[in-house]
DNA sequence: ATAAAATATGAACATATACTAATATATACA
DNA sequence: TGTATATATTAGTATATGTTCATATTTTAT
């Protein structure tokens, strides 16, 4: 904290503070099961919050939370109708990876 | 996990247990800031487990423990030279994704 | 205003994770 | 064999994380 210009600028083989922490908070959005279900699910269309719950088969309340998490990483966002909230995802290059990732690992 | 085939052949929108587990990982391990300063020193060249932990200021046993959670996953691999032993990646990969969301949360 | 439907939130809990100190292991060499 | 060097491992601890239950909030319709 106290040196943190000290290893931008003179220790370059180092990232700096910011950059670790936005991207470690990317990657630690995508470490989670239930997360990448959703945003899985979220790859061609858009779906309410109970939807999710329903077609994942996780609590309402789980979903909510993770939709939460991802959406203050900007990863999903949402329109309303009615009571309604529809999700869908809003970020191509981290749904990128996480195709990628999926492909990659799938047959392996 | 009793329905886990229900799930993989009627509900295609859901990933299967295994590859979930896999991605996961794979993510997990990137979600951590100081397995992302390992890795980013890893970039260009090999570096030695001490030599880690000079550089980005470890101590050496949290570079070993987190070196031995990459090589888990395959992402890091090592040669032995007497009692030292050099790491280096071996995913690229997992290497192009942390590289690109690195430039991507840089200049932003 | 009240009720219903959909979603969000807070608190509690269990588990996972990361770091540390201490110690063990492995290799090289005298 | 004994010592030094480099790394790995173990156990303990503190913190982070994910899920759940219960409840609050928001919106719509009556």
Redesign the pocket.
């Given at each position: 904290m106290e040196d943190k210009k000290e290893q931008v600028e003179i220790d370059k083989k180092d990232l700096d503070e910011e950059t670790l922490f936005v991207v470690s908070q990317t990657f630690?959005a995508l470490?989670?099961?239930?997360?990448i279900r959703i945003l899985n699910l979220l790859f061609h269309k858009e779906f309410?919050?109970?939807?999710i719950?329903e077609t994942l088969h996780?609590?309402?309340?789980?979903?909510?939370?993770?939709?939460?998490?991802l959406k203050n990483l900007r990863l999903v966002k949402?329109r309303?109708e009615?009571?309604?909230?529809?999700y869908s995802h809003d970020d191509e290059h981290v749904m990128n990876m996480l195709k990628q990732t999926i492909e990659h690992a799938c047959h392996n």
């Open positions: 630690k470490g989670d099961p239930t997360r309410s919050v109970n939807r719950a996780l609590r309402q309340s789980t979903v909510s939370h993770q939709l939460r998490f949402y309303r009615g009571t309604t909230l529809y």
